[in-house]
């Protein structure tokens, strides 16, 4: 009988409010590694349109000519960044991945350390292209 009564009470859970998930600040470690596999995601989705696209480029000097044309329209151009950046930042989200991975930078200073040198790096670099893609050099 003693035992019965000794028991702690067990824990209650609740549905949380939609307010409660938007207030919640993730961490700079958790952003990257979200936007990690965002970036993974869209370039595989995008991988045999960009096959396609490499295929026709190849084929002749005329069809060369022609989807060049394309490539000179601002909403193309944009859509070519964003696969500029999401190959950029899944490529030094996997080298951050590949450290992590040899048990460097395991700790939550580390993490944050390394989450914010992917972003010092490919912003950077996708800025480089934008300046590229859009004429400035």
Known sequence: MSEATSKTPKKSFTNIHISQIIHYRLPLA???SILHRVSGA???LLLPFILYLFD???TSEISFA???G???HPLVKLCILALSW???HHFCGGIRHLIMDMHIGLSKEGA???AKAVFLVSVPLALLV???LFGAF
């Open 30 to 32: 958790g952003m990257v």
């Open 42 to 44: 869209l370039m595989f």
């Open 56 to 58: 026709q480029s190849i």
């Open 66 to 68: 022609h989807l060049q």
């Open 70 to 72: 394309y490539v000179s």
């Open 86 to 88: 999401a190959y950029l």
């Open 112 to 114: 944050a350390k390394s």
């Open 130 to 132: 934008a300046l590229k």
